[in-house]
T-cell receptor, first 116, second 110 residues
Framework: GAVVSQHPSRVICKSGTSVKIECRSLDFQATTMFWYRQFPKKSLMLMATSNEGSKATYEQGVEKDKFLINHASLTLSTLTVTSAHPEDSSFYIC????????????FGSGTQLSVL | DAKTTQPTSMDCAEGRAANLPCNHSTISGNEYVYWYRQIHSQGPQYIIHGLKNNETNEMASLIITEDRKSSTLILPHATLRDTAVYYCIVRVNRDDKIIFGKGTRLHILP
């Protein structure tokens, strides 16, 4: 079964609205989670690293005020796309590292965001 | 930037072994080689990883050269469901962020 649960799987919203994506770790506690975005037929691009109880570390070129990340507990990290625009339409994927699983990185099933 | 290079695409006949190469010539002594695959519109799936020795699990085998500058992922009996993009990644430790390269798009032909 899935070790990382991501919700929703698909969301369509109007331009200017905010969208929250949840990433939950099941069975294990995740001190570190990563958020990626992926455009069609392109590779995954790391957006930020989320550590429980501290501020997220964003990759160069990723606007932290645009993509708000909260990792308030060991089992939940959220990504909020604020004031979404059509260019934010993308496939967003979260992942988590579980020390108990021999350093494997597990991924959520992804969220397809479409901004109209 | 990704630390690995892979062919853009490969074809393999169904039932045959699929051998996917990966070059990681700048790999450090404490970096592991990980393989993931991504089926269309899904999150990546872990396949296998290794440090120095060859590894095998229920999904695949990983062959790492003695100098560790390259590796090969082997799917012993490819099926149509193995059609996916395969990513080869190197990373140091459990907290090291993972940077994806472009991967290899594997087509399994019936």
């Amino acid at each position: 079964g899935a070790v990382v649960s991501q919700h929703p799987s698909r969301v369509i919203c109007k331009s200017g609205t905010s969208v929250k994506i949840e990433c939950r770790s099941l069975d294990f506690q995740a001190t570190t989670m990563f958020w990626y975005r992926q455009f069609p037929k392109k590779s995954l691009m790391l957006m930020a690293t989320s550590n429980e109880g501290s501020k997220a570390t964003y990759e160069q070129g990723v606007e932290k005020d645009k993509f708000l990340i909260n990792h308030a507990s060991l089992t939940l990290s959220t990504l909020t796309v604020t004031s979404a625009h059509p260019e934010d339409s993308s496939f967003y994927i979260c992942s988590a590292i579980f020390p108990e699983t021999n350093e494997k990185l597990f991924f959520g099933s992804g969220t397809q965001l479409s901004v109209l | 930037d990704a630390k690995t290079t892979q062919p853009t695409s490969m074809d393999c006949a169904e039932g045959r072994a699929a051998n996917l190469p990966c070059n990681h010539s700048t790999i450090s002594g404490n970096e592991y080689v990980y393989w993931y695959r991504q089926i269309h519109s899904q999150g990546p799936q872990y396949i296998i990883h290794g440090l120095k020795n060859n590894e095998t699990n229920e999904m695949a085998s990983l062959i790492i050269t003695e100098d560790r500058k390259s590796s090969t992922l082997i799917l012993p009996h490819a099926t149509l469901r193995d059609t996916a993009v395969y990513y080869c990644i190197v990373r140091v430790n459990r907290d090291d962020k993972i940077i994806f390269g472009k991967g290899t798009r594997l087509h399994i032909l019936p």
